[in-house]
């Protein structure tokens, strides 16, 4: 099965009046397998980072369409029925996927409500 880029269709977001930024939390949670064609599915999911001490949250809510054969989607649609998983050999690089490109888009988005980055920065040397 192919994994086809990550697409973002909504962002939520709150930001308090507080300072004090001690951390943050990341959960990706994949929300939905919604079947287009017998090879053809998109796999929704939601990038939530949290800051500590409720100083505010950014969700990013997107999904990734995954194309295989009719007999690969129909056992991956039959696994996210009963167990709200994917088969591990698609699982994995979508969460990686996920984490990689929300992270990113999560600086960019979080940047106008005054947020830290959710990862140190690089210090590069030279």
């Known amino acids: 099965m192919n994994l086809v880029g990550i697409k973002f269709n909504k962002i939520d977001a709150y930001r308090s009046e507080s300072m ?27 990038y ?39 088969p591990e050999d698609v699982e994995k690089p979508l969460v990686s996927m996920i984490s990689a490109t929300s992270t990113t888009a999560s600086v960019f988005a979080g940047h106008t409500l005054g947020f830290v980055p959710p990862f140190a920065p690089v210090t590069a040397r030279v």
């Open 20 to 46: 004090d930024m001690r951390g943050s939390d990341v959960r990706i949670k994949l929300t939905k397998l919604e079947q287009k064609r017998e090879d053809t599915a998109l796999i929704h999911f939601v």
């Open 48 to 86: 939530r980072l949290d800051f500590k001490e409720n100083v505010g949250y950014l969700a990013l809510h997107g999904y990734s369409i995954l194309n295989g054969t009719k007999s690969e989607m129909s056992a991956a649609a039959l696994k996210w029925k009963k167990t709200k998983r994917l």
